[in-house]
């Protein structure tokens, strides 16, 4: 049975629960991406704990804090009917009860692509993951590869930090045209939603390449093109990086790469990524 509730509700679940514990951190608008993350905390846990909080701290001023999809109602539903455990659902107060003073640094590998276009953005994001870790005390995390960067830097976060949660990855959750799975898509017209696919093709040119120079220029090519052709469009960055520290490729790169991208559309701005080794 599904409950869901606060900090004392799920003091209370977590206190009842025997056996491995997996947490799946969401900011609720629930879609089939993280219903896929979901599936996967049930393969590897004995209970499942679904977090659903829109958090302050990882949105800029002029960002979508206010009008982020919120409907708590139908992520309740999604989460009764996949048999999640719990859904923890803290009110804003219960959370930051005051300013937090103390937050957490996401350091160089917060301040570039994502970071840079978003300052502070993971800073917010790994101090409201270190707490929810501390608050609902999972063996192990599920977090999904669409945001490469988020994933890269959680994994140094638990590590440096010795937080003691396994981090689980789950890849990519693409729509049948191609376009990643994301609670912003929502926010796109069907003519913007075409425009938008630029980013699984520019991936698509890039995995059709056999060196890592080839990847990144044929991803760059595809997009610029698609930036010429619908003045709604905007590159935001398109480079390969090494998949552990976000550090772009050297030439002659070997190893584990991500080829991580950025676009508006719109007033909509979109990620995606592709995982690469050479
Ligand atoms: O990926 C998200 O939805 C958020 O960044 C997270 C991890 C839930 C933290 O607010």
Not at 51 to 65: A, I, K, R, T
Not at 103 to 116: I, L
Request: net charge negative; hydrophobic share 45%.
């Amino acid at each position: 049975m599904t409950t869901h509730g606060g900090r004392a509700e799920l003091a209370g679940w977590r206190s009842s629960v025997a056996g491995t514990v997996a947490l799946v951190p969401t900011m609720g608008a629930l879609h089939d991406g993280h219903r896929r993350l979901i599936a996967r905390a049930k393969q590897i846990a004995d209970a499942v704990a679904v977090s659903v909080f829109v958090n302050p701290l990882q949105f800029g001023p002029d960002e979508d804090f206010d009008r982020y999809p919120r409907d708590l109602e139908a992520d309740l539903e999604i989460c009764r009917a996949d048999e999640v455990d719990f859904v923890f659902t803290p009110e804003l107060a219960e959370m930051y009860p005051r300013e937090p003073e103390v937050t957490v640094s996401a350091g160089r590998m917060g301040t570039v692509f994502e970071g840079a276009a978003r300052p502070g953005h993971f800073d917010g994001v790994l101090t409201v993951v270190t707490k929810l870790f501390r608050l609902v005390r999972p063996d192990v995390a599920v977090f999904g590869q669409k945001d490469a960067q988020q994933l890269a830097l959680v994994e140094r976060l638990t590590a440096d930090l010795d937080l003691g949660v396994t981090i689980d990855a789950v890849p990519i959750v693409r729509d049948a045209d191609g376009l990643a799975l994301s609670s912003r898509n929502r926010y796109l017209s069907d003519d913007e939603r075409r425009i938008a696919l630029a980013l699984p093709a520019a991936i698509e040119a890039a995995r059709a390449a056999a060196t890592p120079e080839e990847a990144q220029d044929a991803a760059r090519r595809a997009l610029a093109g698609a930036q010429r052709r619908h003045p709604e469009f905007s590159v935001g960055y398109a480079t390969l990086v090494e998949r552990a520290t976000f550090i772009e490729c050297p030439p002659g790169f070997r190893g584990d790469a991500v080829l991580v991208l950025a676009a508006r559309v719109g007033a909509t701005r979109l990620i995606d990524n592709a995982p690469l080794t050479f």
